[in-house]
């Protein structure tokens, strides 16, 4: 499912249900950008590596783009009428600041540096990881597997541990994520992407289709819960139930992963010291918890994700004027604007998706930022020069990448019948509410599309007047889309405007 439609993935040697290492897709990445050549010069020569941009601004009817290469003090200015920003979600590490801190003696990483880090072989014994979602599992795996002692803590005043799902597929699918990569598979989720249709009235609107959605949400949970057992697996540490999610697949207020080894669970259950506390302090080589609890602790291994703010070389002001997260510490006339935009959308939310109205008991997070205001998540309302790609929570980059990338050339090329921007207003606050009921605290942002990619990803072709080729209705529903299928779309949007 990895690739892109113009050069198709070859599939690696070694793989768990299809399923493979990141290591693979780094590799493609780097025969990507050499194969292709544009006016003789490859993608891997036109990328400036090294090069950290400190700020964006606009000039008349040009950006500069100031900044300066690693091995430079000097400062350099890029000009350009347009401008696309694909800095992605995971540039900035969020890191804790935790008590007492600088006379913590133990090593602290966040997981960005844990793959290059020698954690695995050095002399350290004693690991301990923070954070409940993928990463913070991925390196609780690896350090029991290099023979460490690990303790693992996930915040009692956080979102709780992930849901982790079965790698393993059904029928003709090979893994899990083939499966939810499908159009009738993403019908089941209320999303504000949605077609409108006699299937997803029939889902939404009756007591039988409502019966069904809930089931299939039901399975998915059960589902789970076997994978993992966590009452009734043999060996198992006493701590290892403390691993259970706090809210359903269907939520995911915690976050969803992939099973990727067949060992998870039970290298887990028997290896690892699971605690569901706040840090208290740090001290010397230990991590004392709230209960008092002590922690010896040789690396402190933070999965703690990223920071929500990516956008560094903007100022507050240019934040604020285009249309991305900024701070609330001062509501401006139009922050007040969007929050009235967004009560009026709510109300049409739950007339649409009463299912939303009644969620869980969890977790919430006070959001120190705005939502995004860009339309497609990708274009400024203020400003039809710049576009924002990547800035999106997908299970699936490089479909979204491709889709993202099409759109975003029409929209800077002017070959896109916009919405007047009231209406564009109308739908970015209806994504917003939509967002922030459909997927509690990751819904904040306004950019959270875990079940929702493929109706994302078609409306973007929708809006050109292009679509995904497909053979029958049964191809259209129950087939994996994946970024395969924009071959075609990207050839005929090429064919209209060259």
Not at 372 to 396: K, Q, T
Not at 447 to 459: E, R, S, V
């Amino acid at each position: 499912m990895a690739g892109f439609s113009d050069l198709p993935m070859t599939r690696p040697p070694e793989t768990l249900y299809d399923l493979y290492e990141a290591k693979y897709v780094s590799e493609y990445l780097e025969r990507y950008i050499d194969e292709f050549k544009f006016d003789g010069t490859t993608l891997r020569d036109r990328i400036k590596f090294g090069f950290t941009v400190s700020k964006i601004e606009k000039q008349g009817a040009k950006w500069a783009v100031h900044g300066c290469y690693d091995d430079s003090k000097n400062s350099v200015i890029f000009y350009a009428t347009k401008v696309m920003i694909a800095s992605g979600l995971t540039s900035t590490p969020s890191m804790p600041v935790l008590p007492n801190q600088d006379h913590f003696n133990a090593k602290i990483l966040h997981q960005k540096e844990f793959g290059q880090s020698l954690t695995s072989t050095s002399s350290d014994k004693r690991v301990t990881v923070l954070g409940g979602a993928k990463s913070a599992a991925d390196m609780v795996y690896s350090s029991v597997k290099a023979g460490k002692s690990v303790s693992w803590i996930i915040r009692r005043s956080g979102s709780g541990p992930a849901a982790f799902l079965s790698s393993e597929g059904k029928g003709p699918y090979k893994n899990s994520a083939e499966i939810g990569f499908t159009r009738i598979m993403g019908t089941f989720s209320p999303s504000c992407y949605a077609s409108k249709n006699w299937w997803t009235w029939f889902l939404y609107k009756t007591s039988l289709g409502g019966w069904i959605k809930g089931l299939v949400w039901r399975f998915a949970d059960q589902a789970a819960s076997a994978e993992a057992d966590f009452d009734g697996r043999i060996n198992a540490g006493e701590s290892f139930k403390k691993l259970k999610p706090s809210t359903s697949v269907f939520w995911s207020n915690d976050t969803l992963g992939l099973i990727q080894h067949p060992d998870f669970w039970q290298t887990n259950a028997e290896n690892v010291q699971v605690y569901r506390e706040d840090i208290l302090k740090l001290e010397d080589n230990l991590v004392r918890l709230e209960s008092g609890t002590e922690v010896p602790t040789d690396v402190l291994l933070c999965g703690t994700g990223w920071s929500p703010s990516a956008f560094a070389f903007f100022s507050e002001e240019q934040l604020a004027e285009l249309g991305l997260p900024h701070s609330l510490d001062q509501v401006t006339e139009d922050d007040m604007t969007w929050s009235k935009l967004e009560a009026e959308a709510d109300y049409q939310v739950l007339a649409q998706f009463s299912q939303l109205s009644s969620p869980p008991d969890y977790y919430k997070k006070s959001p120190s930022l705005t939502a995004y205001r860009l339309y497609n998540s990708i274009a400024s309302l203020h400003d039809d020069s710049i576009v924002f790609l990547g800035h999106v929570f997908v299970p699936n980059a490089f479909r979204t990448a491709e889709a993202q990338a099409i759109w975003a050339t029409a929209y800077l090329d002017r070959q896109i019948a916009l919405p007047s921007v009231q209406k564009m207003q109308a739908q970015i606050a209806f994504r917003n509410a939509w967002c922030k009921r459909r997927y509690l605290n990751n819904g904040e942002a306004g950019n959270f599309l875990h079940y929702d990619m493929i109706a994302y990803t078609d409306t973007l072709l929708r809006q050109l007047g292009l679509s995904s080729p497909y053979k029958g209705w049964r191809e259209y529903l129950f087939a994996t889309r994946t970024s395969g299928d924009f071959e075609l779309p990207r050839r005929k949007y090429l064919e209209k405007v060259v």
